[in-house]
């Protein structure tokens, strides 16, 4: 499967800063680039204007917004429209990173109602899904995973047909106990979950749950970043802090 490379810059960098590390991936990605592989970089929603120019004119490199609200427009103080996001250059959005649930207290159902909307507005849509380290200790792992997916795929509407998400929506697995942490989940641990993940896709979808890419994310470093590609249902990786600087991500896009 085609696999996808994603950088979350959460809120560092402003635009100087955003616009050098994008110029620098641009310029170093044709060297290191596998075929059918491509980046998403999600900076702070001041920078997508200037990641988004500096990446223009290579295919392999699209931007996204890490946070909107799901309405059209209105009287949201403090929030941005996915529209609003698109005319800076957005291609992709993030939906139910864990610091976005943990943080700011986004339900499981805020969050798929924020993925359902992105969706039906044209907007490419990374839904993150992961357990606590608790829940993982208590043997949760199912459960937590079943309950995320199942709040997304009951506020589908019907009219959203499955097989339209195909290259449009994507899964990020990522352990919040792995998050920021420094601990990588382990290849069993990672096999395990993008499993149960993949059952969970397939028993909601279908056929197409087969084909929808699941991404690893937490404490992905250039290090471990070619091990954990390599293994199954692994079609992609979301990477935070190796991501901010080029050289590091550049070596984890070519993993
Ligand atoms: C993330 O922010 O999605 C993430 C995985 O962060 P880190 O790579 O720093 O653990």
Request: charged content about 20%; some cysteine.
């Amino acid at each position: 499967m085609h696999k996808i490379i994603a950088a979350n810059w959460k809120m560092y960098k402003n635009r100087m800063e955003a616009a050098t590390t994008a110029a620098e991936i641009s310029a170093g990605l044709p060297g290191v680039l596998p075929e059918g592989r491509e980046v998403v970089v999600f900076p702070p929603a001041t920078a997508i204007e200037c990641v988004a120019q500096a990446f223009r004119g290579q295919k392999a490199l699209t931007v996204g917004a890490q946070n909107f609200y799901p309405a059209p427009e209105g009287a949201f103080t403090g929030e941005v429209s996915v529209d609003m996001l698109r005319d800076v250059g957005a291609e992709w959005v993030l939906a139910g990173h864990s610091e976005r649930r943990h943080i700011f207290g986004e339900s499981d159902e805020m969050v798929a109602r924020k993925a359902v909307f992105a969706l039906s507005h044209g907007m490419k849509t990374m839904l993150c899904i992961g357990e606590t380290l608790e829940e993982r200790e208590q043997g949760h792992l199912y459960v937590v995973l079943e309950r995320q997916l199942t709040a997304f795929f009951s506020s589908k509407p019907d009219a959203m047909a499955d097989e339209a998400l195909t290259g449009r929506f994507v899964i990020a697995y990522e352990p919040v106990w792995a998050i920021g942490t420094g601990r990588v989940a382990g290849p069993g641990e990672v096999r395990e979950a993008h499993g149960v993940t993949r059952a969970l896709l397939e028993k909601f979808m279908g056929e197409t749950g087969k084909k929808l890419p699941v991404l690893y994310g937490g404490s992905v470093k250039p290090d471990n970043a070619g091990a954990l590609i390599a293994l199954d249902n692994v079609d992609g990786l979301l990477v935070g802090g190796a991501s901010l600087e080029a050289q590091s991500f550049l070596q984890i896009i070519g993993a």
